[in-house]
């Protein structure tokens, strides 16, 4: 108390004679003399009570923050020292764009290159991913995807993100079946083309691949003109022999696809009569010359019937008496329309009809992947930017059961689409349903994941295991994550409803040998409030 009675002048005495005294004084002494001051200090601390404790403190803070700022700024008139520090804002860029803050605290492995799908599961960091703008960037040496999971985990609304950021970004997404529908909303928001494929709904000529192809007559280069028409022809024969197999549930006999590709070849050769499949039947059982000699029976006419027999067979399959009824025995209805999204819409097929689901399937993915090829044709003879196209091949499942022929002719499909400049995604359940009769057909399916520079899987079985680690390198740790997600969401007792399940909208995404990269697909507001591909919209209806 005395000590603080004292004036200004006077204190400024003591502290000199203080400093005297230090410098007459040895270290031993000195240090001896703090510590017995700062042990006078402690008991004072304890005598007096908690709140003197208390000011004590804030005393000695204020005047060491009058020197220099502490945690909470200078605590000084007007130097901001504030009662609560918030939490810093954090933000993610890249060194372009944040340049002179390098080293960043959090460095990312994961390239921000492609469609934003959501949040790194244990770096909370942002994931991009597409098939096009890997392969562009070198990411990936193939620009095609492959999504597994279970129903309802959110596989479709990964592949609507990739369809609705890449078309913003001028990819034309190509919806060639849309069995539910999960595209067809979203295709008709972006004034795209929804075309609808069912029994007594629309027709589809297999044999028409649309009016593009015909605009590759008009190619000036003589040589070009010739490779052009020449892949169309091929396509065109792929397309009717696959339909033929799948009613005849068996491989076409050499005799049988070369009288096929001969009779094509008499009819339209340069593409300029569009010919039906009821056309076809009538030539071949005419008993022309020109196939008499393809079928070894030049002057046998019952030997000749029994050579086309299973052929005419196919084709009387395939004519509105056939079990397809009129679909593919009349005209096109409407025509792909280039340069615009669009979608086949196959939801009014039902699903117990597995053969006709396949057969319009493998028709739209034909006739799709025709028309991408043919526009790249006329971009490279006019000297323009060729546009790029983002096929999605969903419910793979269902051609693949359907016949098993099936799987060749979507392995030659898929085979050459990183030529033709337009990528892929493809979709299916789980690897159960690449697994098929034959050891050898097995491995063709699994050709089309192993193939697939992306795979996105998400929630699966126990016993999808070992399928995927005959393809992909699988830790423990990625295992275990994926048959978490597989399973059923908890239940609350006093409500009887069921949270969501603990894998919606989570996926690993693999790149080959390397390491998986959980995400968690994050959608917008934008997504959620406009209802755009609401699979289960027909329940929320009737709840």
């Known amino acids: 108390m005395m000590r603080q009675m004292m004036s200004r002048s006077d204190k400024n005495k003591v502290d000199a004679a203080h400093d005297d005294l230090k410098l007459t004084l040895s270290r031993r002494e000195l240090r001896a003399m703090n510590r017995q001051a700062a042990k006078?200090?402690?008991?004072?601390?304890?005598?007096?009570?908690?709140?003197?404790?208390?000011?004590?403190?804030?005393?000695?803070?204020?005047?060491?923050?009058r020197e220099r700022p502490g945690p909470r700024g200078w605590n000084t008139a007007g130097g901001g020292h504030v009662n609560y520090i918030e939490a810093p804002v954090e933000y993610q860029g890249t060194s372009v764009q944040v340049c002179g803050l390098w080293p960043f605290i959090a460095g990312s492995s994961n390239p921000v290159v492609g469609a934003p799908l959501g949040y790194h599961l244990e770096r909370q960091t942002i994931v991009c991913a597409d098939p096009i703008f890997w392969f562009l960037a070198n990411l990936i040496l193939n620009p095609s995807g492959f999504v597994l999971g279970r129903p309802g985990l959110g596989k479709s609304s990964l592949m609507r993100r990739m369809v609705t950021i890449l078309a913003a970004w001028g990819v034309i997404p190509m919806v060639l079946s849309d069995t539910k529908p999960d595209y067809a909303e979203l295709i008709e928001a972006m004034d795209g083309q929804v075309i609808k494929m069912a029994r007594g709904r629309g027709h589809r000529n297999p044999l028409d691949l649309g009016p593009v192809i015909t605009r590759l007559r008009g190619i000036e280069d003589p040589d070009r003109r010739r490779q052009a028409l020449e892949e169309m022809r091929g396509r065109r024969l792929t397309t009717i022999s696959g339909l033929l197999e799948l009613v005849l549930d068996r491989k076409l006999k050499a005799h049988e696809s070369t009288i096929l590709s001969e009779t094509l070849r008499q009819l339209d050769p340069d593409f300029t009569t569009t010919r039906r499949v009821d056309e076809l039947r009538d030539y071949i059982a005419s008993r022309p010359a020109a196939l008499r000699s393809i079928a070894l029976a030049t002057d046998s006419d019952e030997k000749y019937d029994e050579?086309?027999?299973?052929?005419?067979?196919?084709?009387?399959?395939?004519?509105?008496?056939?079990?397809?009824?009129?679909?593919?025995?009349?005209?096109?209805?409407?025509?792909?329309?280039?340069?615009?999204?669009?979608?086949?819409?196959?939801?009014?097929?039902?699903?117990?009809?597995?053969?006709?689901?396949?057969?319009?399937?493998?028709?739209?993915?034909?006739?799709?992947?025709?028309v991408v090829s043919a526009e790249k044709h006329l971009a490279d003879a006019e000297g323009r930017e060729q546009t790029h196209y983002l096929l999605i091949m969903d419910e793979l499942w269902r051609m693949l059961k359907a016949a098993?022929?099936?799987?060749?002719?979507?392995?030659?499909?898929?085979?050459?689409?990183?030529?033709?400049?337009?990528?892929?995604?493809?979709?299916?359940?789980?690897?159960?349903?690449?697994?098929?009769?034959?050891?050898?057909?097995?491995?063709?399916?699994?050709?089309?994941?192993?193939?697939?520079?992306?795979?996105?899987?998400?929630g699966l079985a126990e016993r999808e295991m070992g399928n995927l680690e005959e393809v992909f390198?699988?830790?423990?740790?990625?295992k275990s994550m994926i048959t978490d997600w597989s399973a059923?969401?908890?239940?609350?007792?006093?409500?009887?409803?069921?949270?969501?399940?603990?894998?919606?909208?989570?996926?690993?995404?693999?790149?080959?040998?390397?390491?998986?990269?959980?995400?968690?697909?994050?959608?917008?507001?934008?997504?959620?409030?406009?209802?755009?591909?609401?699979?289960?919209?027909?329940?929320?209806?009737?709840?």
């Open 307 to 370: 050579r086309v027999g299973g052929l005419l067979d196919g084709l009387i399959a395939l004519s509105a008496n056939g079990q397809f009824g009129d679909l593919f025995s009349e005209h096109t209805d409407e025509h792909i329309e280039t340069g615009r999204p669009m979608c086949f819409d196959i939801s009014g097929i039902d699903d117990a009809d597995a053969k006709l689901g396949a057969a319009v399937q493998s028709v739209c993915w034909a006739h799709g992947s025709a």
């Open 473 to 478: 390198a699988m830790t423990a740790k990625e």
């Open 488 to 543: 059923e969401a908890m239940i609350n007792p006093d409500t009887g409803t069921a949270a969501e399940p603990p894998g919606l909208g989570k996926f690993l995404l693999k790149i080959g040998k390397k390491p998986g990269v959980p995400f968690r697909t994050v959608m917008t507001s934008v997504e959620m409030d406009s209802g755009v591909g609401d699979t289960n919209k027909a329940w929320r209806k009737a709840a």
């Open 40 to 65: 006078e200090q402690r008991n004072a601390d304890k005598t007096a009570g908690p709140i003197q404790q208390w000011l004590n403190n804030v005393r000695d803070a204020r005047s060491t923050t």
């Open 404 to 458: 098993e022929v099936m799987v060749h002719f979507l392995d030659s499909l898929t085979r050459l689409n990183r030529q033709r400049g337009l990528a892929q995604m493809m979709c299916t359940h789980t690897m159960s349903d690449l697994k098929l009769s034959s050891p050898h057909l097995t491995e063709i399916a699994w050709g089309f994941v192993e193939r697939s520079a992306q795979v996105f899987l998400g």
